[in-house]
């Protein structure tokens, strides 16, 4: 191997073994976890943590996205091949909650690095999107529905997972019950929406249960910690 290509794969390894490692610390330690364990974990230094990723934000995106690309493209693929756009949206709601409770300080980590962008989220939105759109043109989901309030059940999902035991699945009870609020089923008028507080557009942070009251109050191994 040429030695140019060879330092490349060299860097790419590094980088592999910093993400797995900054994804391990992070759920052991909260998401207060100190760079130089990171870096220890993956057995390399602290410079070697530096040159690859040059600040916290950069490496909490980067774990972030790893996490995303192994855990929910392929529930995406699946969700959106799904006929049954009910069934598809169940598979996408329970593959996120699943690794958002998974990677949960590194959720809480990007929060308060402020690196939950919508770019960062598209990934994930732009698909649920396009099955609620979807369903609405079927009928399975109810045609009142908008894009904020979409926004909204999610940040309401997402906060579930800091009020239940992070062993357990909990959450799954509250992704079923917004699935049966999103049937027109039995379905009552809607009052009128309000616009979000905080929007996502370009370079904002995802905020989806603004504030971050939830996110900025769990400590080691996402435990609750009071103020």
């Known amino acids: 191997m040429e030695p140019s290509r060879r330092l490349r794969a060299d860097a790419a390894r590094n980088s592999e073994r910093i993400l797995r490692a900054a994804r391990e ?10 760079l130089e364990d990171i870096a220890r974990r993956a057995g390399v230094g602290i410079a070697t943590l530096y ?3 040059p600040n916290k934000e950069a490496l909490v995106r980067a774990a972030f996205e790893q996490s995303m690309s192994e855990h929910l493209s392929p529930a995406i693929e699946r969700a959106l091949a799904d006929e049954d756009t009910r069934q598809g949206l169940d598979t996408l709601l329970n593959a996120a909650l699943s690794m958002m409770a998974r990677e949960r300080n590194i959720l809480a980590a990007a929060d308060l690095s402020g690196t939950l962008t919508a770019e960062v989220a598209a990934p994930f939105l732009d698909p649920l999107m396009l099955l609620v759109r979807r369903g609405q043109r079927s009928g399975a989901l109810r045609a009142d529905l908008v894009p904020d309030d979409v926004h909204r059940l999610m940040g309401m999902l997402i906060g579930v997972l800091w009020s239940i035991d992070p062993a357990g699945e909990g959450w799954r009870r509250y992704v079923a019950l917004t699935l049966d609020a999103l049937s027109p089923v039995g379905a009552s008028p809607l009052p009128p929406v309000t616009p979000l507080a905080h929007r996502v557009g370009d370079g904002d942070r995802y905020r989806p249960d603004h ?15 009071r103020r």
């Open 211 to 225: 504030p971050a009251r939830t996110l900025t109050g769990t400590g080691k191994n996402g435990t609750r910690t």
């Open 25 to 34: 610390v992070y759920a052991e330690n909260g998401p207060d976890a100190m």
């Open 51 to 53: 040159r690859r990723f």
